[in-house]
């Protein structure tokens, strides 16, 4: 198994890289994605590709810092969209093989989800 600090920094830098053929191989086909501040859930490797490469803007993510310890990490985020710049945490599971299977971000504040992704994420 790789470990949860490597492949949580492969996580973190094929999504800056917008290398979505890395990150295809990072994850589990039944990765799940969530959003507690909007309620939304992503279910699978082909919608939660898709509402990376969909997401509007000028996006960055850089890593403060990461902590890993078995099969999860967690990661204090920079992320950015043109000049506007928020912290974020994110939460990362792996399977025995290292892939991604559960992902949970947190932003700082509760909001509606913007129109157009409703295609991917279902309310919960």
Not at 5 to 16: D, M
Not at 70 to 99: M, S, T, Y
Request: net charge negative.
């Amino acid at each position: 198994m790789t470990d949860a600090r490597t492949a949580a920094e492969a996580y973190f830098h094929s999504l800056e890289a917008r290398d979505w053929t890395a990150l295809t191989g990072l994850l589990a086909e039944e990765v799940v994605y969530e959003m507690p501040q909007t309620r939304e859930r992503i279910t699978g490797r082909d919608r939660f590709l898709r509402f990376n490469q969909e997401y509007p803007g000028d996006w960055h993510l850089a890593v403060y810092r990461l902590v890993a310890e078995g099969r999860r990490a967690a990661a204090w985020i920079d992320a950015r969209v043109a000049k506007e710049h928020q912290d974020a945490c994110v939460w990362l599971e792996f399977d025995e093989a290292g892939r991604v299977v559960r992902v949970v971000d947190f932003w700082p504040e509760a909001y509606e989800p913007p129109a157009g992704r409703e295609h991917l994420a279902e309310r919960y």
